[in-house]
């Protein structure tokens, strides 16, 4: 049976916005990371990974992904990572956490790190992610990959059209 998988942050959980909550700034490194002492910042927030807000079209991704569950009979996870170091305090739990207050009928899976996502990966299997390596990666383990960037809708709307080529 075919799996279609959704990433937590970036793509449900708006993990940037809560990062410039608290750190009051948009400041990234050249690599699209944050600087170690602003990472650092970050890690000692206490559940920082539970308190994360929803991305504004979350609900909407959720929806036209219980379709692949619901109406195709596809298995549907939330497949998110651990930070690299595994450094953060109760994220795991936390995460989980999150799920079970937003989306209660959705499991969650890890990765256990990014780059190790497209481990899960059977050929046909769907993986909705913010990272081009993910996606990359994915593509190359024989799943579709689609990528969310600043511009939401394309995601929606690219995940939509391949639900309705299945459907």
Known sequence: MPTIYIDMDGVVADWEALARQVLGTDTLSPEGRWPDDDWARLKAVEHFYRILPKMPLADEMMKLARKFRDHLGWDLYMLTALPHNDDVPHCAQDKIEWMEEFYPDVKVKFGPYSHDKQKHCKPGDVLVDDRESN???????????????????VALNQLDMLYRKLY
Request: glycine fraction near 16%; aromatic fraction near 10%.
């Open 135 to 153: 996606i990359q990666e994915w593509r190359a383990a024989g799943g579709h990959g689609i990528k969310v960037d600043k511009d939401y809708k």
